[in-house]
């Protein structure tokens, strides 16, 4: 496999450029690519340091480096494009099309897609991660009238996660609950789930994977063994199927994509 190295840099978190550059560099499963975040480049100084670390890299392999970048100010981008490398800027891609077709010049501020402009809407989404928080594994149960969904499902198919994401991401007040051997000895939905029905979201799994997933950490377990994976799932399933609540397989599944599917599925409306 063809191996290049990588770089994301910006004058800030680097979360725009990095969330980019993967959706764009995992189209291309031929090529491996060492990647390398390199966040707050924000003086000409740190700019100057980047660039020279970047020419070493491309002198020692041989090959230029890939670099994304999302930097507002000027000078910086100009010392780090002009370094050994292949670089795309991921703001002026967009920016310069967008300032002439609304006929507005950008702000050109450094930090606006990930700071905090709206107090109200970040302490609302910090109002949602500390739901999920207080929620999460069937606890505060009495809370359950307050979520927007809840989503069930055996341990260790990725409920928490994708409560954490929902929360953190769309500012949805997501609570979990695990199917416990006694809630999957029928397939009626448990008594305490009945009246949010239809709130309710499921996740199930490949049982083979559940199965890996619990050995990591319960190897030797009948918890682990694939016979109760695979009695979980089916009698999960099952219930899902009868009270007629939506599920997905997270098998193949990344967070996102998983809290994506559940916000469109669901109809939820994302707070912000």
């Known amino acids: 496999m063809r191996k290049r190295h990588t770089y994301v840099i910006s004058d800030r978190t680097g979360l725009t450029a990095e969330t980019l550059s993967h959706s764009l560099l995992s189209q291309f499963p031929s090529v491996q690519f060492d990647i ?3 966040p707050f480049i924000d003086t000409p100084e740190k700019a100057r340091q ?13 090959v230029k480096p890939l ?21 795309f800027d991921l703001f002026d891609t967009f920016i310069e099309p967008l300032e002439k077709e609304l006929d507005v010049e950008s702000s050109h501020s450094v930090g606006k897609s990930h700071g905090v402009l709206d107090f109200a809407e970040y302490s609302a989404r910090m109002s ?26 055996p341990s260790r198919t990725g ?29 009626d939905l448990p008594a ?10 499921g996740l199930s799994i ?10 990591e950490r319960y190897s030797g377990d009948i918890y682990a063994a694939a016979k109760t994976c695979q009695f979980e799932v089916a009698q999960a399933e ?24 559940i916000v469109h599925k669901g109809a939820l409306r994302r707070k912000f």
């Open 36 to 38: 390398e975040n390199l």
């Open 50 to 62: 980047t660039a020279d670390a970047l020419n070493k890299s491309a002198h020692a392999s041989g």
């Open 67 to 87: 670099v994304f970048a999302t930097l507002v100010n000027d000078e910086m981008r100009e010392i780090i494009s002009t370094a050994n490398v292949v670089f």
């Open 128 to 153: 949602a991660v500390n739901f999920a928080m207080a929620t999460d594994d069937g606890m505060e149960l009495d809370h359950y009238a307050r979520a927007d969904v809840v989503v069930v499902g």
């Open 159 to 187: 409920k928490t996660p994708t409560c954490l994401y929902l929360s953190l991401q769309f500012g949805v007040f997501a609570a979990n609950y695990p199917l416990t051997d006694n809630d999957l000895n029928s397939t």
């Open 192 to 201: 305490t789930l009945a009246p949010y029905r239809e709130k309710l979201f």
């Open 206 to 215: 490949d049982p083979f994977r559940l199965q890996q997933i619990r050995q």
């Open 238 to 261: 099952a219930m899902f199927r009868a009270a007629d609540v939506p599920f997905v397989n997270t098998t193949k599944k990344s967070v996102e994509e998983i809290g994506a599917y």
